[in-house]
């Protein structure tokens, strides 16, 4: 009920993200009710499609929308289809302009969505700036009647330069309040409830520290390649689409001092702290010690054969391009000090997982010495996804004479709290950007924070000749070389495996 009136123009509207992430969201949003009774989406690209035919592609003839809307009826389909219309901006984007500000301006009489725009960006970040300053120019951002947001797909920027360049230039046409730039990961329940597990609760924030950590380990892996993305991947790396943004967003949600409230401006203020206290690598040295990069080799997983990297559709067959890295760092504070950080993404893992494992030190004075097994440190583990939850693992007593230990499991499964499906993270951003809330983005400075730490590490690689890429199978937890880099006995945590 705090949604008011407003008109969602996508940029970028023929593309894969609006039929499979977008269009979804927005159908289950309108199906729970969430939309503002005047409300409309406008579709805009260069592909030509009259209103009726852009409904066709996103909703009915949409195979991302096929089991909703067997679920929901056909009619319920139709009654949300009447919300969309499509705009073709044309070869010679400047001219049409004129034309897609007059459309605007009528859609919005028509459909009285109070002049409250939100401009989502979803086409190649090359001309994002020159959609904004458009929209500047047709008037089409004044905050004079209603209100005007910016949404901003990733990547956000190539490098640090370009990242600030990107900056610059949107402030010229959007206030920094206007602005929402996604990381679809802050959208997820279980990257949300790292801050509900550390500042709701007082059995955990006590220890969250160097007195009691011994480290921290990240996994993000994926089962699958890069699938028809290999033309924008071989561009990106995993350092680029993952590490960058998703990945230091969960760092940052794990390292940061708690927050005065849960105002979006609070928790920033804090996660970019957190960024800013990342220890760079910028050695030779430290670059070469504490990152492992890798690439995913042919392989036969069940009985099928699977592509290397280099032979992917799109790939150049040379490629550098990383598709795994894992990374050890220290983070410069008083609360981190000296605790090892250890993260990890990659592609062509043996599964599809998410998590943070917090490794508690063991008790200093040992007792109980009839097994190894109290030896094992306690450990925190939260499952970003999937079997969405929070395991703790710790010592306890077999039964019986003398005192053997075991480790024994406390675990929390999300499905047991939800009868549906976790809302899906687009729906959450894009609702939260409906109401104004930025919680959920990442402000200016925080992607800058973050591209400090990355930029020297992608310089490292594209001009050392030091920098090894080491090949792993499809299908196994990366190179040999990433396990070395643990300190002590500890190895990876590869769940399910
Ligand atoms: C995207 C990356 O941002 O995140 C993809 O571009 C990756 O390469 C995807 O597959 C992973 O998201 P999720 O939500 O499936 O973990």
Known sequence: DRTESQMLIIFGASGDLTARKLIPALFHLYCGGYLPENFLILG???????????????????????????????????????????????????????????????LDEKHQTGN?????????????????????????????????????EKPFGYDLASAKKLNNSLHQYFHEDQIFRIDHYLGKETVQNLLVTRFANSIFEPLWNRNYIQHIEITNAESVGVEKRGGYYDGAGAMRDMFQNHLLQIVSLVVMEPPISAEAESIRNEKVKALKSLRILKDEKSLSENIIRGQYLAAEIDGKKVKGYREEDGVNPDSTTETFVAIKFFVDNWRWKDVPFYVRTAKRMPTKVTEVVIHFKPPHHKI?????????????IIRIQPDEGILIKFGVKVPGQGFKVERANLDFYYDSLI???????????????????????ARADEVEAAWEFVDPILQYWSTSKDATIYGYSAGVWGPQNADDLIEGENTWRNPGS
């Open 44 to 106: 805009v690209s260069r592909s030509e499609f009259s209103d009726e035919e852009f409904r066709r592609k996103v909703i009915f003839e949409s195979s991302y929308l096929e089991g909703d809307l067997k679920e929901k009826g056909r009619e319920t389909g139709e009654k949300f289809a009447q919300k969309l219309y499509y705009h073709d901006l044309g070869a010679s984007y400047e001219a049409s302009y004129v034309a897609l500000a007059r459309k605007i301006e009528s």
């Open 116 to 152: 409250n725009f939100i401009f989502y960006l979803s086409t190649p970040p090359n001309i994002y700036e020159v959609i904004a300053k458009n929209l500047s120019e047709q008037g089409l951002t004044h905050k004079d009647k209603g209100w005007k947001r910016l949404i901003v």
């Open 368 to 380: 109980f010495t009839e097994s190894g097994m109290f030896n094992k440190d306690n450990k925190l």
């Open 419 to 441: 009868e549906n499906n976790l809302m899906a993270a687009y729906e959450r951003l894009l609702l939260d950007a409906m109401q104004g809330d930025a919680t959920l983005y």
